[in-house]
Every structure is written in C-alpha cells, then in structure tokens.
C-alpha cells in the first residue's frame, strides 16, 4: 500500500514538471510564422509567429535569428510578433528562414506595394515549379513555339531577378515544399 502511494506520488511529481517542461519549451518554440503589414503602416513588415493552422499566438517572447532575403537579423518578438528593421520601398520578393532545434523554417512572400500600404501574398513552392515546367513542356509539344517558350522563361527569369529573387531562394523554397510531403 505504502509503496504504491510512494509510485504514484512520484509519477505525479514526473507528470507535472514533464508537462510543465513541455510548455516551457513550445512556448519558446517559433515553428510556424506569417507576414502582414505593420499596423502603424510604416513600410515595415510585421511577423507574426503562428501554430501549425497559421493561427496567430502571442505566447511567444524573445529573441530570435531569421534570415531576411540573405541578411541575418535579430527579431524581437513581443506577444507573437516582431518587426523587421528595413522599410519596404518598391514591390518585391522577401524570403524569410528561421533554425531552430525542431528545423529549418523559410516562407516566400510577395510584397505589393501600393498607395493603400503593403500586401504580402505567400508564394506556393508548386507555381515556383511548375510555370516554368508548363512553359518547357509546351514548347516540347508545339516545336513552333521554342523561341516564344525561351522568351517567356528569360522574361520569367527577370522577373523574379528583377524584385529581389534568387536562384538560391526559389530552390531553397522548392526543397522546402518537397520535404514536407514527407
């Protein structure tokens, strides 16, 4: 009787502090996060860490390292968001990762910048993937049209290069994309 007693005081004390443990670490734990504009509409872009629907949580407090199109910064994140430090000028891509020890994290965005502010729109890792592979395989099929097909991949090309899009940020998303399937 005494022993039992004994087992389930322990397993009790082991069930608290575990669990306690556990929500200590998921609530510093940045898994998941979004973009939208500042509130105050400065041209600055707001992150804002989220649960695995992409439901905003402002659990989160801290420090953390993201990547931002290839410049590394420190994002103070105050109830579940942070601001990034540089303005938004012109419409462009940003490619935002973030390492932490559950993986790598990294978003594309496509920021429109218009008179009414900002409006980023999440670029899915399939268009990046497969415009390019509809414009190659229609060219295959219609030998008329590879000159057009080339012109519409380099106008393609430059498009992306021209608002901020690296080769290295689109494999990097198409990679990302492909892992999660498994």
């Known amino acids: 009787m005494k022993q039992t007693s004994f087992i389930l005081l322990l397993s009790s004390i082991y069930f608290f502090f575990y669990t306690d443990f556990v929500s200590a670490r998921q609530r510093y734990s940045l898994d998941n996060f979004i973009i939208k504009e500042n509130l105050i509409k400065n041209n600055k872009l707001a992150i804002i860490a989220c649960d695995s629907l992409e ?7 801290g420090t953390f ?9 420190q994002l103070n994140f105050s109830q579940g ?4 430090p540089q303005e938004i000028d012109k419409s462009s891509f940003v490619f935002l990762k973030h390492k932490n020890e559950h993986g790598t994290h990294s978003k594309l965005y496509y920021v429109m ?31 008329r049209l590879i000159l057009l097909a080339i012109i519409a991949l ?27 399937f498994f």
């Open 55 to 61: 439901e905003p949580t402002d659990k989160l407090n």
């Open 65 to 73: 390292l993201f990547v931002i199109n290839g410049f590394k910064q």
């Open 81 to 84: 968001v942070a601001i990034s």
């Open 113 to 143: 910048k218009n008179d009414d502010g900002l409006k980023p729109i999440k670029v899915n890792w399939v268009f990046l993937l497969l415009i390019p592979l509809a414009i190659i395989f229609i060219a295959t099929i219609y030998k």
């Open 154 to 180: 380099l106008a393609f090309a430059y498009f992306n290069y021209n608002k901020g899009l690296s080769f290295e940020s689109i494999f990097e998303t198409i990679s990302a994309g492909i892992k999660s």
